[in-house]
Each structure stands twice: as structure tokens, then as C-alpha cells.
């Protein structure tokens, strides 16, 4: 692991940990075992290693959501693709993603600060398209707005960087099974057999 | 509104807008018209204010989902009152909610700080009772695991702190329903009149 990856790491578990606004470029040096000046060797603030963390997890997340949108498979399954593809995240990366998704950023970096938002804003749109298309082929009841159920589903899938641990016995793949298995047909028990 | 209430009032306006962490005792003082020493004669800390804040909301919201719970309702029906509860408590508390949802507190009072988390674990508690209860009397499917599910209806419903903006054109009573059609009935469109 590289001196500069090493950081990343240790600043992440940190941020995680304590929050961003409670971490500062000395928790950073202390868990490396370097000075305060040898991290600015490798970054300009705190800010920018915040940024280094999360913009190539979004850039990621957001490939991977188009790439599930441009098959030609069906909006159900695309439904299920796309909550595995917000879920997976977590798996290795559940860190960093708990970071991206708890905390308010307060960048100087206005550019990459709007570049990060855009990929946000893009990934919501994704999702909106996604129940859109479900409902132009009459696969997703159509008298529901498409944009209130995308955030309700980007918010269970979001709101796991809340609760979930990975050292506990709850699994991402159940997660992923049971939101889709919720989202597709509902809590209610009826006979679904001929979904 | 007295000095205090409006102390408090204001400073739920910095946090919804700039995170706790991002806010000091100056700028609320300077957002009543007062002197910093002034707002440390009504409150110890900015965490004072916060909780203060806080609490309250979350004994409410507590209470009322606890009154959902002790109704003698189908699950069906405590599952959208459930959902109306923790909704409502954004329209006219959007705010003081928005920050209980965002922000990670790091309170030096750990008395006030742990009846906080355990309201916050009881009703996540009775979110699980109620999945479970529709389980028992058969009106939810069986095979979903119930503290995933409950988990994912909270994050739905949590999660509009992040994007809810009460001057825009979506409104609270149509998130309530549209979040309780998709997580009783799901998004698939086949014919549920019987339900």
C-alpha cells in the first residue's frame, strides 16, 4: 500500500469513526505515524482528502447505475440491479460510503464540490428514468410519481450506511434480496406466484 | 415567543442550514440580536441548544408511534400510520427534524445524550413489532426478515430530510401515501383490487 493510499485509508476510518467536522489533518498524521506537514506533502487539506475518498466512489456507483440502465433487461430486474449496485458499496467500501452519504460538505473546492453534486443529482435521475420506464411498459403501477418512489428507494438502500455493521449477522445480500423483494411486491401477503 | 423559544428557533435555522458542526454560539447570537455572553444565560453549550432541540421531537415522535402501535388496527393500517408519523413531524418541524436526522452528535452530557439513543432504539423497536405483527396475523409476507424491513420503510422514510424542500411541489401527504403504496402493495403493477 502506498504511502498516499495508506492515508486515504487510515482518513477514512477516522472520518467514519468521529465525523468529518471532529477530524483534523493531525488525527490523520497521528494514525499514520507521520507529521502534521509530511500529509501536506501528499494533500492540500482536509477537504481534498475527503474528496480523494469520495468522488472515484461516486464516479463508480454512477458508471455502474448507467450501465445497469443501457441493458435491455426488465425494469424489475433493473430494479434489483440497481439496488445491488447501491448496496454492493458497502461491502468493501462501507466506510467510505458511510462518510459520503452521513455528513455536509463544506468544500473551498467549489469545482469538484459541484462535480460531486452533479453525480449525485445524475444517479437520482438514473433512478427516476428507471421507475419511468417501469411504468411506460406496465410493469410498475403507473399512478405513482415516479420521482417520490425513486428517493424512497434511494433512501432505504442510502440509509444503510446508518444501521449497518458489518461484524453483525445482517448480510448485504439479504438486504439487497429483502429491499427488492419490498419495493417490487410489497409486504402485503397475497399470492404472487405469477410475478 | 419568548427569548429562549426564539433562541432556540433560530439557532435550529443554522443548523438545518449549515450543519451543527459548521455553527457556533456567535452565530446565533448574532441571528437574535444578542451578545454570546447573553445566549449562555439561557444555555450551557451549543449542545444544550441542540438537545433541547432534539429531544423533545423525539419524545413526540416516540409517543405517537408507541399510540399506533397500541391501536387494535390491522398491521396494514398501523403501517400507514406509521408512516404518516414519522412524516408528519417534517411539515411544520422540518427543520429541527432535518438536523436530528444529519447531523452525528457528540455530546459531552452522555446522560441526556443515552435517553436520546434509547428513544431512538425503542422506536426503531416498534417498527420491528409492527413488521412482525403483520407477519404473525398473516397480512405481511412471512419470509422477509422483519428487522431489515423495518429498517428499510425508517430509511424511506428518514431520508427525506436529505431532499425534502417544503417550498417545492412535492408535498407531505403525497409522500405518506406514495411510500405506503409502494411498501405495502410494491411497485409492481398487477391487479390488487382485492386488497
Not at 458508471?63 to 445497469?68: A, D, E, G, P, S
Not at 410498475?140 to 455493521?165: E, H, K, Q, T, Y
Amino acid at each position: 500500500m502506498s504511502r498516499r493510499h495508506e492515508i486515504l485509508r487510515r482518513a477514512a476510518e477516522i472520518f467514519a469513526r468521529k465525523g468529518v467536522a471532529h477530524t483534523s489533518i493531525e488525527n490523520i498524521a497521528e494514525a499514520v505515524g507521520l507529521k502534521r506537514e509530511a500529509i501536506y506533502y501528499y494533500f492540500k487539506s482536509l477537504e481534498d482528502i475527503l474528496l480523494e475518498i469520495i468522488l472515484p466512489q461516486s464516479t463508480t456507483l454512477h458508471r455502474n447505475l448507467r450501465n445497469v440502465m443501457a441493458t435491455h433487461h426488465s425494469a424489475k430486474d433493473k430494479l434489483h440491479e440497481a439496488i445491488r449496485v447501491q448496496l454492493d458499496s458497502y461491502n468493501p467500501g462501507y466506510l467510505e460510503m458511510s462518510i459520503l452519504m452521513r455528513e455536509n460538505h463544506y468544500f473551498k473546492d467549489k469545482k469538484k464540490l459541484d462535480e460531486l453534486h452533479k453525480l449525485w443529482q445524475d444517479m437520482t435521475e438514473l433512478w427516476v428514468d428507471l421507475v419511468c420506464e417501469g411504468q411506460a411498459s406496465k410493469e410498475f403501477n403507473p399512478d405513482l410519481d415516479p420521482r417520490i418512489v425513486a428517493l424512497g428507494v434511494l433512501g432505504m438502500c442510502n440509509w444503510v450506511s446508518r444501521w449497518f455493521n458489518p461484524g453483525q449477522s445482517i448480510s448485504i445480500p439479504d438486504v439487497i434480496d429483502t429491499f427488492f423483494t419490498m419495493s417490487s411486491q410489497g409486504l402485503l401477503y397475497v399470492d404472487k406466484e405469477s410475478l
